[in-house]
């Protein structure tokens, strides 16, 4: 799939799975929101400055991680790991993704338990950033809020690391990033009424489905890609080919004019 192509995607992943962020982020923005200090927080201006840059800090972590988890999978690709095996990986990922949103099947909760174990020793780090005095110090704060234990952006990493492309996966990310935005600004100041939206079973379900449609056509098109490249792949080009039989002629040349002789 093109850059292009996976930015996009990327970005459309994000927005639909704002749902999930605001049900398991929503207060934690609130809390961000109240850590400003008092003589910031009364500004609406300056409350706007530290949201944007609590999230600029969060994307960050994303983009560093796709980063990451590209450069790791551009190694096994160099290891000889097939790139079908990984994107058909990342596709099972999705789907188990939006069986998660739309609540038929919890699977990525044991991933977000398991990421627990890195947060409680990132989580003291940012206790020490309260009370928030500065856009940088808020900015810090989302760089270690990024590293919440969230299957949907596990699924995305997972997603990255099939790029095998250090720069493609923090495109990637940078793309899922983006997508939250929105949900994450309004989640601070709409609180209340967007927590009883969210958990409204027709939102979680029509977000799930539409994932689940991406990551079925997203391992639909990696098996269908193989014969395809298996065509091109044979070894040479049509033009290739045609060089080489004609060198091959060549060579017959001399031995044809001597029998003709």
């Known amino acids: 799939m093109p850059v292009e192509l996976t930015f996009a995607a990327a970005l459309i992943v994000g927005l639909l799975g704002?749902?999930?962020?605001?049900?398991?982020?929503?207060?934690?923005?609130?809390?961000?929101?109240?850590?400003?200090?008092d003589d910031l927080s009364k500004r609406p201006v300056s409350l706007l400055g530290y949201q944007l840059a609590y999230n600029a800090g969060r994307i960050f972590s994303y983009v560093l991680v796709g980063l990451l988890a590209g450069t790791l999978g551009a190694g096994l690709a160099q290891?000889?790991?097939?790139?079908?095996?990984?994107?058909?990986?990342a596709a099972a990922f999705m789907i188990a993704?939006?069986?998660?949103?739309a609540n038929w099947w919890r699977g990525l909760a044991v991933l977000e338990r398991l990421g627990s174990h890195l947060w409680r020793h990132i989580q003291p780090l940012a206790q020490r950033l309260f009370p928030i005095r500065s856009p940088f110090h808020a900015f810090l704060l989302g760089g270690l809020w990024g590293w919440l234990p969230c299957g949907l952006v596990y699924a995305v990493v997972a997603w990255s690391l099939t790029t095998s492309n250090s720069i493609d996966g923090a495109l990637l990310m940078l793309g899922f990033g983006l997508g939250t935005l929105p949900a994450m600004l309004l989640a601070g100041k709409a609180f209340s009424y967007l927590k009883e939206w969210v958990k409204a079973p027709l939102v979680r379900t029509s977000a799930g489905v539409l994932i689940m449609a991406f990551g079925i056509y997203s391992a639909a098109s990696t098996l269908n890609r193989p014969s395809h490249q298996h065509h091109n792949h044979t070894g040479l080009s049509s033009t290739s080919c045609c060089q080489q039989l004609g060198e091959e002629e060549l060579t017959r040349v001399p031995a044809i004019l001597r029998k003709v002789a």
Do not use: D, E, Q, R
Not at 97 to 101: D, E, F, K, N, P
């Open 18 to 37: 704002s749902t999930h962020c605001l049900g398991m982020c929503s207060g934690i923005v609130a809390a961000l929101n109240m850590g400003i200090a």
């Open 79 to 89: 290891l000889g790991v097939s790139p079908v095996a990984g994107k058909l990986f």
């Open 97 to 101: 993704l939006g069986l998660y949103l």
